[in-house]
């Protein structure tokens, strides 16, 4: 990009270079070390803990229970983020940004903190429960469920979303927007026939980072529900650290189905993308 | 078109309304005498406030989240900020990777690398640092970069960077410099960005530290677990006091880094 002498070179490489290696030992190695133990028992290699899980329907139920919870969370998010960043983008940059710092902590209030708020709010004597069945709207609801996770989990996502979409929404200019009112569109025509399909492809990106924050959420299932939440992350949770159920080997075997399970549908988007971009 | 009207106004307040309702739910309950089958507490008090400053275990919570928060603002962007700038500037190629590499904490989740992290720093291949809240330092790094290279790119693409250093050897000035005084100042917003979201990031983990240093290092979160399933009253003082450090930690970033642009 810039022209620069052998000796720069060397300096900025130098300077490039201990976050590489922060990388290396901190990112790439864990999980060479995870693919690594997968494929190993106690005594020996085999692979036997895949063959576990794929036969397990304990194991396949708890994937399935993170799925349902993820694709319905992630939709939740952009159902309710996409407006929510549409309307922001519409704010003084001030405000804007404002939300955004707003916005992060939002998607870092996972955990203990983001379940016992819930808890507080719509427990079995939450503020929420005991207002909506007096006027009449909720019979009984239990916090400590699936439905319960997948509320709690839409708390973070709706905020991650806004922070995905944000950005991507440039893509949509004023000068466009003016063309369509210009020729008469309406709001909900200049979205369905404009908007989205111009975001299409940021949007697919964005549900799939939801999707795949979702199922990788530890902490809140863990503090809501605790153990026995059927989702991937607590089965993995409770093979590394539990008392009674502790196989580390089964863990990493869990673990990387679970990272192939997130990493092939990036890996297609990416894909579809660039053939796409091609075509063009 | 583009009239921001009192409607639009309405929906951003109450959108900033839903995002702090569970924030106001576990202040509330932090100050309640007792909120047991009503919709609102009966009545206030600072009780339990006074209660856990008894707590040891409080005090010693948070000065180790502050160790863990600011020793990874201390590390982190001299790591991570150069290898961005350098990357966009010389190394396209390089950038490219960055692009995907930065991708990989959010299709890998933390459990999963702190199950990697688990099996090579405990000993096994004669470096321990779990135990140690250096593993979190370091473990949260890969964490961040998202957060500091998302921000910062968005600043870089708008800025002609050929053109400076063109302008800026033109003048004399070496690329070390022009990196320095001319790039860095440029993409301020982003890195003020990054810096309050690693700071978040590493008081709000609980994946990491649960898994890799537990007792031996307890912070704000390990607490909290072990505060959970009492009473509530404490968790809920914890929790409101995890805020406050997010807030005033989030208003210094903020201001000592809007001060020194202006030095």
New interface residues.
């Given amino acids: 990009m810039i022209d620069i002498s052998a000796k720069t070179r060397i300096l900025a490489w130098l300077a490039a270079m201990p976050f590489l290696l922060v990388v290396l030992m901190f990112e790439i190695a864990p999980l060479l070390a995870v693919a690594a133990n997968s494929i190993q028992t106690e005594t020996s290699f085999s692979l036997s803990n895949y063959s576990e899980i794929l036969t397990s329907k304990f194991y396949l139920g708890s994937f399935k229970v993170s799925f349902l919870i993820s694709i319905a969370t992630a939709l939740i998010g952009l159902g309710i983020g996409l407006p929510a960043a549409v309307l922001l983008k519409r704010m003084p940059g001030r405000v804007q940004q404002f939300v955004v710092i707003c916005s992060n902590i939002g998607a870092n209030f996972t955990g203990f903190p983001l379940a016992f708020s819930f808890v507080i709010m719509l427990g079995v004597s939450g503020s929420f429960t005991l207002l909506l069945q007096r006027i009449g709207l909720l019979e009984d609801f239990n916090i400590y469920s699936t439905s319960g996770l997948v509320i709690a989990y839409s708390y973070f996502q709706i905020q991650f979303a806004i922070l995905l979409v944000l950005p991507s929404l440039a893509a949509i200019t004023a000068e466009i927007e003016e063309a369509a009112h210009l020729v008469g569109a309406s709001r909900f025509a200049f979205w369905w026939r404009i908007g989205l399909p111009i975001l299409a492809p940021s949007l697919l990106g964005s549900f799939l980072l939801l999707f795949a924050n979702a199922m990788g959420t530890y902490a809140t299932a863990w503090a809501l529900v605790g153990g026995s939440a059927n989702v991937v992350t607590i089965r993995i949770g409770e093979l590394t650290a539990g008392d009674v159920f502790s196989d580390p080997y089964l863990a990493d075997a869990l673990a990387m189905l679970l990272v192939v399970s997130l990493i092939l549908p990036i890996v297609v988007e990416q894909m579809f993308l660039r053939t796409k971009d091609r075509d063009r | ?2 009239e ?1 009207s009192a409607r ?1 106004w309405i ?2 307040g109450l ?2 309304c839903l ?1 702090l ?3 106001f ?2 202040f ?2 932090s100050v309640a005498v007792d ?6 507490p009966d009545g206030y008090t600072l009780a339990h406030v006074q209660n856990i400053l008894k707590d040891p275990r409080f005090l010693q919570s948070i000065q180790n989240s502050l160790i863990v928060g600011f020793g990874s603002l201390l590390v982190t962007p001299f ?2 900020v ?2 961005i ?3 966009h ?4 190629t ?1 950038d490219k990777y960055l692009a995907a ?1 930065v ?18 720093y405990s000993g096994n291949y004669g470096i321990v640092l779990n135990g140690s809240p250096w593993i979190l330092i ?2 949260y ?2 964490l961040a ?1 998202p957060l500091y290279y ?1 921000p910062i790119k ?1 600043n870089l693409r708008a800025l002609r ?2 053109e400076l ?1 063109e302008a800026g050897r033109l003048l004399g000035a070496s ?2 410099l022009i990196l320095w005084r001319v790039v860095l100042p440029c993409v301020r ?1 982003g890195l003020i ?1 990054g810096l ?2 690693n700071f ?2 590493a008081i ?4 990491y530290a ?2 890799l240093v537990g007792g031996h290092f307890p912070t704000l ?1 390990i607490f ?2 072990v505060l ?1 399933g009492g009473s ?1 009253r404490k ?2 003082v914890l ?1 409101t006091t ?2 406050v450090v ?1 807030f005033v930690a ?1 208003a210094i970033v903020v201001w000592v880094t809007s001060r020194r642009s202006e030095a």
């Fill in positions: 078109m583009h921001r639009d929906w951003v959108l900033g995002q309702l569970p924030i739910a576990i509330l309950n909120w047991a089958g009503t919709i609102l790591i991570v150069p290898a700038l350098v990357a500037c010389y190394f396209p390089l590499l991708i990989l904490p959010y299709a890998v989740p933390g459990i999963v690398l702190a199950l990697g992290l688990l099996r090579i370091f473990g790094m890969p970069a998302v968005n960077v050929t250093f690329d070390a917003q960005i309050v979201m978040t990031l709000s983990d609980f994946v649960n898994l979160q909290m677990g959970n509530g968790l809920s929790i995890y805020f997010i989030t």
